[in-house]
């Protein structure tokens, strides 16, 4: 079975910057659509970015356009996301996602992924 593992979280100040990886193991060569999502404390799940791998298509939340980049890897089965300019609203659990061969239609809708991570805590502080 697909897994998922994060890391890169952690705690950083205002305007700094992370790096989120997500590495799949048993993943079937092929295209995939892999986003990661957030959460933060008493808030809903939110999109944060999403890349379909048969062509390097991305989509990117609103509350992170121009400052997050999702990337891949597909010699190491990784998937990247570059965190910049982070303020304390980007504070929250980072989770990886993935649904092995299908397209990424409706990016955001967490429903429709069927693997996830364990999650990476980021801290951003003022």
């Known amino acids: 079975q697909l897994q998922l593992v994060e890391s890169g979280g952690g705690s950083v100040q205002v305007g700094g910057s992370l790096r989120l990886s997500c590495a799949a193991s048993?993943?079937?060569?092929?295209?995939?659509?892999m986003a990661w999502f957030r959460q933060g404390v008493g808030k809903g799940r939110e999109g944060v970015a999403a890349?379909?791998?048969?062509?390097?298509?991305?989509w990117y939340g609103d509350s992170v356009k121009g400052r997050f980049t999702i990337s891949q890897d597909n010699a190491k089965d990784t998937v990247y996301l570059q965190m910049n300019s982070l303020k304390p609203e980007d504070s929250g659990m980072y989770y990886c996602?993935?649904?092995?061969?299908?397209?990424?239609?409706?990016?955001?809708?967490?429903?429709?992924?069927?693997?996830w991570g364990q999650g990476t805590q980021v801290t951003v502080s003022s």
């Open positions: 890349i379909y791998t048969g062509n390097n298509s991305t």
């Open positions: 048993r993943l079937t060569p092929g295209s995939h659509c």
């Open positions: 996602s993935a649904r092995p061969h299908r397209m990424c239609w409706a990016p955001f809708r967490d429903e429709e992924y069927y693997y």
